[in-house]
């Protein structure tokens, strides 16, 4: 594989048919993502699966308001990159792969690894040194060949980068065959409330796998005449690491350049999002929002997530801590969040919070 082929240039490529959305070929009989098998690059039969998807849409009372929040932490490996990972790495099988590499600063490894494994498939997973250890844990579990690097998560990606050119880059961030995964997302919220959309979707925004897959779906149920209306992306950041946040507020197309602050929601503090313009775009055609939040409101997200039942990760708290933030500035009735990691992946953060 060569670099160009590896750094997918756009997700809005030919590579993709476009099929109009029919809700009479979605089959209900077939587990989870892959009831929409009709609308995903690779058939049912060539899938690698984990029985991932079509998680539960709960109702939840949520400072003070009703929203809908979609269970992604009860995937097989713990948070919704599995989404992807199924439908890039059943791609990858279908096309011969026999080996991987990936990187990622926990859950989109773990996913890679599970599914590579499933697969058949060899794997190396590049991640920075100070990755939290469960997560460690898990890519080894799996089989995978773990590779940490010294350096940031910057370094890491150039450090697969390279090894990818006598491999298959399987990235979430690159390779478009994942996006098509995340995209079921929006197909499941909107067949959950009846083929409708909600009115407004809250979202984490680090390298925008979800934003992306969202949007992607959305688009095709709205094109297709499924849904009436585009729901309103409220994309969250990380006040310590805010690229797309600060270049949205100046009315730029590009993320901007930031100092990468410490952050304890690690998963979306990514300083060069590569399809930071794309994300930018996306929101900013839904007519949604940016906002940020500082570490103390993920503590107080996921205190509040925790006395009602939910064990998550601060990455995911920061997601509902940015809802809170969105409810004065976006109008709308219907609103869906997620919970994107499951706890179990960040003990030693959740006890230095208890602790403190
Ligand atoms: C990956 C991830 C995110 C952020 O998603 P992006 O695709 O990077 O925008 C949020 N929460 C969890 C738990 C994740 O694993």
């Given at each position: 594989m060569n670099l160009e082929q590896n750094t997918f240039k756009s997700y809005n490529n030919e590579l993709f048919n476009s099929d109009l959305f029919d809700?009479?070929?979605?089959?209900?009989?077939?587990?989870g993502i892959w009831r929409y098998h009709h609308f995903l690059p690779v058939d049912y039969k060539d899938a690698v699966t984990?029985?991932?998807?079509?998680t539960p849409l709960l109702q939840i009372e949520l400072f003070g308001k009703q929203v809908f929040v979609k269970q992604e932490q009860l995937f097989p490996t713990g948070s919704y990159k599995d989404r992807g990972a199924s439908v890039l790495m059943s791609y990858a099988k279908k096309i011969g792969v026999t080996h991987v590499v990936q990187d990622s600063s926990g859950n989109a490894g773990c996913s890679i690894a599970a599914y590579a494994a499933n697969a058949g498939i060899g794997c190396d997973i590049f991640v920075p040194a100070d990755t939290s250890s469960a997560k460690l844990a898990q890519v080894r579990a799996y089989g995978a060949n773990l590779v940490l690097v010294d350096g940031d998560r910057q370094a890491t990606a150039a450090a697969a980068l390279l090894a990818s050119q006598k491999s298959y880059y399987a990235s979430h961030c690159y390779n478009p065959y994942f996006l098509q995964g995340t995209k079921t997302f929006a197909y499941e919220v909107c067949e959950q409330l009846g083929w409708k959309a909600p009115d407004v979707v809250v979202l984490p925004a680090g390298n925008g796998t979800l934003i992306l897959g969202c949007y992607i779906g959305f688009k095709h149920l709205f094109d297709s005449n499924v849904i009436t209306q585009m729901p309103k992306i409220v994309a969250v950041q990380s006040a310590h690491c805010a690229p797309l946040y600060e270049a949205w507020k100046q009315g730029l197309n590009e993320p901007v350049k930031v100092n990468s602050g410490h952050t304890l929601?690690?998963?979306?503090?990514?300083?060069?999002?590569?399809r930071g313009n794309e994300m930018i775009s996306a929101v900013t055609k839904t007519q949604g929002v940016f906002v940020t939040v500082s570490d103390d409101e993920v503590i107080g997200a996921l205190k509040l997530c925790s006395s009602k039942g939910f064990y998550i990760e601060p990455t995911s708290a920061a997601t509902i801590a940015g809802l809170i933030k969105a409810q004065g500035i976006v109008e709308g009735e219907t609103w869906v969040t997620l919970f994107s990691g499951h706890g179990l992946k960040s003990t030693e953060k959740l006890l230095a919070i208890l602790d403190a």
């Open positions: 809700v009479n070929l979605v089959n209900g009989n077939l587990g984990l029985g991932e998807g079509f929601a690690e998963g979306i503090a990514i300083a060069e999002p590569i």
